[in-house]
């Protein structure tokens, strides 16, 4: 299941990875964290159901992370959920073990298994949306880290005068070159809010504050991706989310990030996803246990 603010997305597959139902219902989050849960046990004794109930792994991909050391949901837009013991009690509910990974670890390992990063041995999946999220997959495996957080890209700060993060920190990627830090900042500096997609529309027109705004843009983004690239120096980076959708991102952006990059040339190539807006799901498909 793909567990977002609006709506919780399931998927059967097969052993092969064949996709055999999807349902997709509300996932009521203004009625609170038990109705969330009922929600969740109501779907999968549908998914289970169209399957005859035979054995079969289950995986969650929910915004924010479980943390190893108190097993309580933290760093999730849905508020309802920051710490509350989600897989223990979702456990329990459905009396069977389940595997709740971050989302953007989901998009990551499916874009590394069956997408843009297929074959590849170190695969960076980077969520361009709303916010800004992360996940590495080596060898087909998800890295999470002793504290969960890997990957987290969104919040390293390449600013520290810049605006505030919800995060509490100042700068962070993500107010800059997430969807919604991008509206932010045009509305900002031009007084008026519009959707990305106009002010994207407005780039390829050449409209001088649109092309202003979206090199400082690309900018930000060199810098940012070059930052990952310093350190893991995966071989794919593959982009996803609403932002990424943005082609000029894959000249004028991947040429910002070889300015930045701690090499002699930039060798690693900057792709956008193959699955789409499936990825969560199939990626929480493939982490279940």
Request: charged share 20%; aromatic share 8%; proline share 4%.
């Amino acid at each position: 299941m793909d567990l977002g603010g609006t709506k919780i997305e399931g998927i059967v597959l097969d052993a092969s990875g064949r996709e055999l139902f999807r349902k997709r219902i509300a996932t009521e989050r203004d009625f609170g964290y038990h109705n969330i849960l009922n929600r969740i046990k109501g779907l999968h004794a549908d998914l289970a159901a169209h399957i005859h109930n035979r054995p079969h792994t289950f995986g969650i991909g929910a915004p924010g992370v479980v943390s190893p050391r108190t097993g309580l949901l933290k760093n999730s837009n849905t508020v309802c959920m920051i710490g509350q013991p989600v897989k223990s009690d979702l456990e329990n509910l459905l009396g069977r073990k389940i595997e709740i990974q971050n989302d953007a670890n989901c998009f990551a390992m499916a874009e590394a298994l069956l997408g843009a990063g297929r074959g590849k041995k170190l695969v960076f999946g980077v969520i361009m949306g709303t916010g800004c999220g992360g996940g590495i997959v080596h060898h087909g495996e998800v890295l999470t880290g002793p504290q969960g957080i890997a990957g987290e890209w969104g919040h390293m700060s390449i600013d520290p005068q810049g605006p505030k993060c919800y995060c509490g920190q100042l700068g962070c990627v993500e107010t800059f070159i997430s969807g919604g830090g991008l509206e932010n900042r045009y509305a900002e500096q031009f007084g008026v809010r519009k959707p990305l997609r106009e002010i994207e529309k407005e780039y390829y027109a050449g409209e001088p504050e649109a092309v202003a705004f979206i090199k400082v843009f690309f900018r930000r983004f060199g810098r940012a991706i070059a930052n990952l690239i310093d350190i893991l120096d995966p071989d794919v980076v593959v982009l996803g989310g609403g932002v990424s959708k943005f082609d000029a991102l894959y000249t004028e952006g991947v040429a910002e990030v070889a300015k930045y990059v701690f090499s002699d040339s930039l060798e690693t190539p900057i792709l956008k996803h193959q699955i789409g807006d499936s990825a969560g799901v199939l990626g929480a498909a493939l982490i279940g246990v």
